[in-house]
């Protein structure tokens, strides 16, 4: 190997970098000594004898980690100046800005959260979930016939014949099932559906579900009905009092319309409750058959629920427009402070 001073070169190459040359006269010079002093050695290295070439290898790899450090501890000390000097203002930062007001969280995302951290505190798996999702998991494995009106285009949005926007979190529930077919499974999905809706005071062609399901061997109709109460009177009040209605539902068998006295009269009978004392709140039932067949399930008894968000909105905050939770009124937006 021919003979180099390495320290000489490394000294020269410090007494360069001592004199203030900006990131690109840097890097150029990176180039030059790795070029002018680096690159020979490796090429002497491919035609050195066997015994050499250990000591030739090691000597070149320490010369060229030294004139990288270098270079690197330079560029780096050269970005933190820069920095420093872009971070330098000529106003005091901790002022208060007395313009900005506070904001505060939708009815939406409120209720939300209430209902989530009901069911985290049962140690349920909280999901989103895809909006854009297949058929197959929104419609096949659902047991809803292709002659179903929810199939048309006219209730629907399809992207193509096999994908389409979401119509009820249960898609992502039947995705998940297909996916866990003998575990059990405690889980929530929440999110946007959409149906080809037009937008009126209790229509939206956008809105928001939870989806619930219990997989267990042994679960039965009391352990649905003890979870629906406790949900609703989480919600709502220990007062509130639960009805369930035999109702009909493509994925559940047997399936249930459940109720609870009015919010607003209490079960004497108003205008909101149409004078029944009742409002219908959420559907529920055991899972059906042909769903768990679908998916290959071998878990026999699983629970199933599903709720509109908005709906528990538009009941809990006292809406009669479901366009009010998405107008973005500061106004209405302004009533929440407190409870957010």
């Known amino acids: 190997m021919k003979q180099i001073n390495a320290k000489k070169i490394i000294q020269e190459l410090k007494e360069k970098l001592d004199t203030k040359l900006n990131e690109t006269q840097i890097i150029e010079l990176r180039n030059i000594y790795i ?15 066997l015994n050499e070439k250990k000591e030739i290898g090691n000597f070149v790899n320490i010369f060229k980690n030294e004139i990288n450090t270098l270079i690197d501890e330079v560029l780096n000390n050269l970005k933190i100046e820069k920095e420093n000097t872009l971070h330098k203002v000529d106003y005091d930062i901790n002022i ?6 506070w904001g505060t969280l939708t009815p939406i995302t409120l209720i939300t959260n209430e209902i989530l951290s009901f069911f985290q505190k049962l140690d349920f798996q909280i999901l989103n979930g895809e909006e854009v999702v297949k058929t197959k998991y929104n419609f096949d494995n659902l047991n809803i016939d292709i002659k179903h009106p929810a199939r048309s285009y006219q209730d629907s949005f399809f992207i193509n014949l096999s994908t389409m926007l979401r119509t009820h979190c ?11 077919k003998n575990r059990d499974i405690r889980m929530v999905t929440y999110g946007n559906v959409y149906r080809n809706d037009e937008d009126d005071a209790t229509h939206s062609h956008q809105f928001n579900q939870i989806d619930i399901l219990w997989a267990r061997e042994g679960l039965n109709l009391q352990n649905l009905k003890w979870l629906i109460t406790k949900l609703l009177k989480y919600l709502f009040g220990e007062k509130v009092q639960t ?38 709140i ?3 039932g055991m899972l059906h058959e042909n769903v768990m067949k679908a998916s290959n399930v071998n878990i026999k008894t699983i629970l199933a629920a599903g709720l509109g968000i908005d709906r528990l909105a538009i009941l809990k905050y006292g809406f009669s427009d479901i366009r009010d939770l998405y107008s973005n009124d500061f106004r209405i937006l302004n009533q929440f402070k407190k409870v957010s």
Not at 37 to 46: D, G, H, S, W
Not at 170 to 180: F, G, I, K, P, Q
């Open 35 to 49: 070029n002018k002093y680096v690159a020979p050695i490796y090429q002497e290295l491919k035609t050195a004898p």
């Open 96 to 101: 208060d800005n007395v313009n900005v007001a």
């Open 170 to 180: 249960t898609s992502t529930t039947a995705e998940v099932l297909d996916a866990n």
């Open 243 to 280: 009805r369930f209605r035999l109702s009909y539902f493509p994925f559940t068998e047997p399936s249930f319309e459940v109720d609870i006295s009015c919010t607003n009269c209490h079960g004497k009978g108003c205008s909101m409750c149409k004078h029944t004392g009742w409002i219908e």
């Open 282 to 284: 959420l559907g529920a």
